[in-house]
């Protein structure tokens, strides 16, 4: 502490530097632990959220960061027998930086995730939380790391945090939504792209005049290509540019699929080879 | 006829690409002046394998490198076998990370960097030629001057000095793979760090 101080004391003289680097004081961004229920019965699931709020201005990132950047990791510290689920991202938007293109969140954010508390749970009140690392960009990048905790009281039925619980089912309806399986999403690779093919009418019965994908893989395509959309009688499609850093082609190109800037649905689609797709015709053609 | 219309369309449809850096391909020359004001071209050094690590003492990837004294020591390591490693600032005035000839020099001594030169790129013209996205982005080039590795500096994107000892560090494994005569495994990856603070 007076080791703290003295080097405090030195830094403000040298350049005021002393409250930006003080330990614990998250800078331009605040994360909580939001818990849907103040009690929970055993063998039952709490849902969860961590919620990340930027200053106006800064962002942080999706779990595929794009071109520069890092998502947020949480290391879950969970009593005995209490185990989380994955965590669930709603739909980032792009952002230009001058490394590229990022993907990432402005403003208030929310990941769920959610507890499985055991049949036989310790008595009592548990705490459950972790620690949360995450990076916070504006022109520059700070590193952050807090961490989360909350109290779940053991009981024969569970007790609803009303506003926690209300804040959490929000943010669930913002989470993209699977695609119809009758999509039948697939991606044909080519030398230079992946060309995503999809029925849309089983996802929405509005013409597609724009569709947008945010690959869930880093390093899959190029994230500031544009992504070229054309749709023939109920089928779209959207070619990919391949990223300069893939090294082997994926065998599904998995993401987040925004049909007219609004219905985001997770796909996944598997990937064929050219000659799968082509006709031999048209093969033989651009041999030549 | 039909063939030279064919060459030259090839040729053309060639070009821009091999404007920019790519793996596999020649590295694109340049001219650069270093923290000392010495010039360095990159054809001087044909015969030569190449390093570029493109660098902003601000940012907190490339702390975590220069803090734990990993940075330093693969630039000793490599160096004392032949390298010649370049450190590039594209950081532009007023910007993180930019740094006068002099700051740099004393930033080198303080930190024991052992590069061969730092260059000095305020413009941005070298982090545009090599289209350089992060501090640190990292580019190897072998004796023949081809480009043999672009990207991460290793396998763990994060800020943390104690992901350093169980990553596997890309560079050294090229110049490894290509000294020893064997094809480089990873060519290329996602580079992770700071955006390059390049003049708006």
């Keep these: 502490m007076v080791r703290w101080l003295a080097s405090c004391v030195g830094l403000l003289l040298l350049a005021s530097g002393c409250v930006r680097k003080a330990p614990q004081q998250p800078a331009h961004s605040r994360a909580s632990l939001v818990v849907e229920h103040t009690a929970a019965a055993p063998g039952s699931k709490v849902n969860v959220g961590i919620q990340l709020v930027t200053d106006s201005g800064w962002h942080i990132y999706w779990q595929n960061p794009g071109d520069s950047g890092e998502p947020p990791r949480m290391q879950w510290q969970l009593p005995e027998g209490v185990t989380a689920g994955e965590l669930e991202w709603p739909t980032p938007t792009r952002l230009t930086t001058t490394a590229g293109t990022d993907f990432g969140y402005q403003g208030t954010t929310v990941l769920l995730s959610t507890l499985q508390i055991p049949v036989a749970p310790p008595s009592g009140t548990i705490r459950v939380g972790g620690e949360l690392r995450w990076l916070v960009c504006h022109d520059i990048c700070l590193p952050q790391s807090a961490h989360l905790e909350a109290a779940i009281r053991m009981a024969s039925a569970a007790s609803v945090d009303e506003p926690a619980s209300q804040l959490l089912q929000s943010a669930a309806q913002r989470l993209p939504r699977p695609l119809p399986a009758r999509c039948r999403p697939e991606a044909a690779e080519s030398r230079e792209s992946f060309r995503l093919t999809l029925a849309t009418g089983p996802a929405t019965s509005e013409p597609i005049a724009r569709a947008e994908f945010f690959p869930e893989e880093e390093a899959q395509i190029d994230n500031g290509a544009p992504q070229e959309l054309t749709n023939h009688g109920g089928t779209m499609s959207l070619t990919l540019k391949k990223s300069e850093y893939l090294q082997q082609d994926p065998k599904h190109l998995k993401g987040i699929l925004v049909l007219n800037g609004s219905d985001a649905y997770l796909l996944d689609a598997p990937v064929h080879g050219p000659a799968a797709q082509r006709p031999a015709t048209q093969e033989g053609n651009r041999q030549r | ?200």
């Design chain 2, 1 to 200: 006829m039909k063939t030279m219309f064919a060459v030259a369309l090839v040729l053309l449809l060639a070009l821009p690409v091999s404007a920019a850096a790519r793996v596999g391909q020649a590295a694109p020359n340049f001219t650069a002046t270093d923290s000392y004001g010495h010039p360095h071209s990159l054809a001087e050094y044909k015969g030569k394998f190449v390093v570029l690590e493109w660098h902003n003492h601000d940012c907190p990837y490339t702390k975590k490198h220069y803090e734990s004294g990993n940075m330093q020591k693969l630039q000793k390591l490599w160096t004392g076998k032949g390298v010649i490693w370049f450190t590039v600032i594209s950081s532009a005035p007023g910007e993180q990370g930019y740094m006068t000839a002099q700051q740099e020099n004393d930033y080198v001594k303080q930190m024991g960097a052992a590069p061969t030169a730092v260059l000095l790129d305020p413009s941005g013209e070298l982090g545009h030629l090599y289209e350089a996205k992060t501090t640190p982005d990292m580019f190897v080039i072998n004796p023949q001057g081809k480009l043999i590795y672009e990207g991460a500096i290793d396998d763990k994107p994060t800020p943390e000095q104690s992901d350093i000892a169980g990553a596997v560090n890309y560079v050294t494994a090229a110049l490894e793979e290509s000294m020893a005569g064997k094809p480089v495994l990873v060519t290329a990856s996602r580079p992770y760090g700071c955006s390059v603070k390049y003049a708006h």
